[in-house]
């Protein structure tokens, strides 16, 4: 569970160490590490957090 959630472990890891080295950013519901996993391309995440820090998503 991610140590900045606090809603009650409703959340994703994200693996971004393997951005560079594989091109991708492995990302899992963390209440279920043994589910499957999404590999993003990480220029497409980068692409995505960006828009996240822009507000583009709208406010959650």
């Known amino acids: 569970m991610s140590s900045y959630s606090s809603n009650g472990g409703a959340c994703v890891e994200v693996a971004v160490n393997l951005a560079v080295t ?30 996240v820090k822009a507000g583009e998503f709208g406010g959650v």
């Open 22 to 51: 594989h091109g991708v950013v492995p990302v899992r519901d963390s209440k279920s590490t043994d589910g499957p996993v999404l590999d993003i391309p990480a220029r497409s995440f980068a692409s995505f957090v960006a828009g």
